[in-house]
T-cell receptor, first 109, second 117 residues
Framework: GQNIDQPTEMTATEGAIVQINCTYQ??????LFWYQQHAGEAPTFLSY??LDGLEEKGRFSSFLSRSKGYSYLLLKELQMKDSASYLC??????????WGAGTKLIIKP | GAVVSQHPSWVICKSGTSVKIECRSL??????MFWYRQFPKQSLMLMAT?????????EQGVEKDKFLINHASLTLSTLTVTSAHPEDSSFYIC?????????????FGPGTRLTVL
């Protein structure tokens, strides 16, 4: 079956760095997405990886290792507004997104 | 960037009535649209995939006669919750895939919060 695993909840301090991991097992692979979702709102796109390596975009970076079925989202210089759920999703062989359950990130002052 | 709108943003209805939710891609043609449901503190649950001009493909456990999906054009898909009941109260989110995008990214609408009394 298809499966996406990510931690349920993480806590970090304002100004610090946090890494949210995602492992996946899917039928086919056409890329991995990270989305941010604030409570009561729809998800918003953060990053996309289809090749191995690190993609950096401002304070956020995303890493992919296809051979390991592994990705992480790295958030630097954490701000209170970064408190949200972070969703990992893999595009399978049919380009359908398989979603992880999301990681709730709590930022403390 | 690609924009997807959803209307209404929230709706309250009586049990037994039907509710229609619209999803529009504003600046691109969406050959495929997706309907999700999300209960509080849970992840997104894909309900169905709709392709323009053809019948929607429903996920296991989703009643197609209760959740009617119409994808009449490349920019509009509608979800009708028929004979709504309190257990249908949820956050419904649509997304649209830009077929012209090489990474087949899904763009999300803002969501519709449905409360059935």
């Amino acid at each position: 079956g298809q499966n996406i695993d990510q931690p349920t909840e993480m806590t970090a301090t304002e100004g610090a760095i946090v890494q949210i991991n995602c492992t996946y097992q899917t039928s086919g692979f056409n890329g991995l997405f990270w989305y941010q979702q604030h409570a009561g709102e729809a998800p918003t796109f953060l990053s996309y990886n289809v090749l191995d390596g690190l993609e950096e975009k401002g304070r956020f970076s995303s890493f992919l290792s296809r051979s390991k079925g592994y990705s992480y989202l790295l958030l630097k210089e954490l701000q209170m507004k970064d408190s949200a759920s972070y969703l990992c999703a893999v595009s399978d062989s049919n380009y359908q997104l398989i979603w992880g359950a999301g990681t709730k990130l709590i930022i403390k002052p | 960037g690609a924009v997807v709108s959803q209307h209404p943003s929230w709706v309250i209805c009586k049990s037994g009535t039907s509710v229609k939710i619209e999803c529009r891609s504003l600046d691109f043609q969406a050959t495929t649209m997706f309907w999700y449901r999300q209960f509080p503190k849970q992840s997104l649950m894909l309900m169905a995939t709709s392709n323009e001009g053809s019948k929607a493909t429903y996920e296991q456990g989703v009643e197609k006669d209760k959740f009617l999906i119409n994808h009449a054009s490349l920019t509009l898909s509608t979800l009708t919750v028929t004979s709504a009941h309190p257990e249908d109260s949820s956050f419904y989110i649509c997304s649209a895939r830009d077929g012209g995008s090489p990474r087949e990214e899904q763009f999300f609408g803002p969501g519709t919060r449905l409360t059935v009394l």
